[in-house]
DNA sequence: GCGCATGATTGCGC
DNA sequence: GCGCAATCATGCGC
């Protein structure tokens, strides 16, 4: 049973009632005091037993305050004690309106807030990056199209790629595990707090509905961290996708080899070097942006220093030359039907830079070394780039010269090579 | 470390 | 979408 414990300062002995005077609950308390008095229970207007209920009111609120200072099975009992006492609703329901018109009850409690725009950002990163949502391969997939469209990768793109997948695949399985974590801990932690406020209920005013804004304050300061979480996520997917595509950047020098096929292609096709789109898959089996890119850089170049190029363009020119004259099979001779690394189509061409007939730089063309120069030695068909101006060249190799005859209009030139190709 | 060569990227026009 | 032109950025020889 409850202890009557004797009372000092606010109890009925100094004859101002519960310690509560001046407080919003006043009236609310004497509005307990009037639902007493009105009934079974003897009146409060100075009777024997109204001041005995008043005494009544100012034990229990005294027992209440001084719960928090006595030992754990002390206060056990007193809560067990006041769980049964026959003032406990009445003073509770006070409490409550109490707590209601204080607004202690709205303390730290919102509107419903609209969904966080910083989250949903993360959130549509994080599904578009493959992370969140089905695991689809689709982060993996979007960059390596992006690298593709924009550049071209590497030939050991594929192990990048790999790379890039199997550490997105790490940080999406760290990403869904510590998710996990936190919803188990955000579960836990919330039941934890229902069952102890459902616990308090039982000894202070707490309503369901401050129960469920609990949880939502719960809910809201989990999320937080939630929102870190995918943050972090975020960052480090960036920070792989900027690794990867910085790696895609990184240049690396084609082998020799490489460079001569294309510099064979080059040369050969200089009326037109617009490989097509086969020609350029087919070219050194490389990604067709990245001979895309080696054309568009060697026309810009070579037509801005035609001069330095020059030497260069002779010296493929009599490559081909001589490898067709020494039968066709040259491995690195790109009009060669041996060589395999590219085939030529018909109106293929070959410059050779020759000075021209008024000491200045002239470039004949001579056709395709499959159909005519090998067999008959004569090329009929000749073009000077950039002019339209077309010349007959008879081309005549033997195991000491080369030399080639040109007539036009009116000049004809005669071009003898020895086996050095002093060109130019 | 510097300068050059060169592969890659970007912005623009067609 | 492709090519051009400018530019960036890196590899490499000295």
């Not at 080059?266 to 070097?273: D, G, I, K, Q, V």
């Not at 000491?400 to 030139?413: K, P, R």
Request: with cysteine; aromatic share 6%; hydrophobic share 30%.
């Amino acid at each position: 049973m409850l202890q009557q414990q004797p009372l000092t300062g606010n109890g009925p002995s100094n004859g101002r009632g519960l310690g509560v005077s001046g407080h919003p609950g006043m009236h609310s308390l004497n509005s307990v005091h009037q639902h007493r008095s009105d009934g079974a229970e003897p009146g409060l207007d100075g009777t024997e037993n109204g001041h005995e209920t008043r005494r009544d009111i100012g034990d229990i609120l005294q027992q209440i305050m001084t719960i928090t200072d006595q030992s754990l099975d002390e206060a056990q009992a007193k809560k067990h004690a006041l769980n049964c006492h026959r003032m406990k609703p009445a003073l509770f329901s006070v409490l409550c309106e109490i707590k209601e018109k204080t607004g202690l009850s709205m303390r730290n409690t919102q509107e419903e807030e609209p969904q966080d725009p910083q989250l949903v950002r993360l959130d549509n990163m994080l599904l578009a990056e493959g992370v969140a949502g089905p695991e689809k391969g689709g982060g993996a997939a979007a960059a390596v199209s992006a690298a593709t469209s924009s550049g071209g990768m590497s030939p050991d793109s594929s192990l990048e790629h790999s790379d890039y997948k199997s550490k997105l695949s790490q940080i999406r399985s760290i990403y869904h595990t510590e998710l996990e974590k936190y919803e188990q801990a955000c579960t836990e932690f919330t039941t934890h707090v229902m069952n102890l406020l459902r616990e308090q209920s039982r000894t202070r005013p707490v309503t369901p509905r401050e129960i469920e804004r609990m949880v939502a304050i719960i809910h809201r300061k989990f999320s937080s961290i939630q929102t870190q979480l995918k943050q972090s996520t975020c960052e480090a997917v960036m920070i792989l996708r900027s690794r990867f595509l910085d790696a895609r950047r990184k240049r690396r020098n084609f082998s020799k080899q490489a460079t001569e096929v294309l510099n064979e292609y080059f040369y050969s096709h200089l009326s037109n070097p617009y490989p097509s789109e086969e020609a350029k898959e087919e070219l050194l089996d490389k990604e067709y942006s990245v001979v895309s890119n080696w054309f568009g850089n060697k026309r810009i170049r070579y037509k801005k220093n035609i001069g330095k190029f020059q030497e260069e363009a002779n010296l493929y020119a009599m490559k081909t030359a001589l490898g067709a004259r020494q039968g066709e099979d040259s491995p690195h001779t790109p009009n060669s039907t041996g060589s395999g690394s590219f085939s030529l189509s018909g109106s293929a061409d070959m410059f050779l830079g020759v000075p021209g007939v008024n000491g200045e730089q002239s470039a004949y063309q001579m056709g395709d070394s499959n159909s005519n120069f090998t067999r008959s030695n004569t090329v009929s068909s000749s073009h000077i780039p950039g002019t339209r101006k077309h010349l007959n060249a008879h081309i005549h190799t033997s195991q000491e010269t080369f030399s080639v005859q040109t007539t036009h209009a009116d000049a004809s030139v005669n071009i003898s090579f020895t086996p050095e190709f002093r060109f130019i």
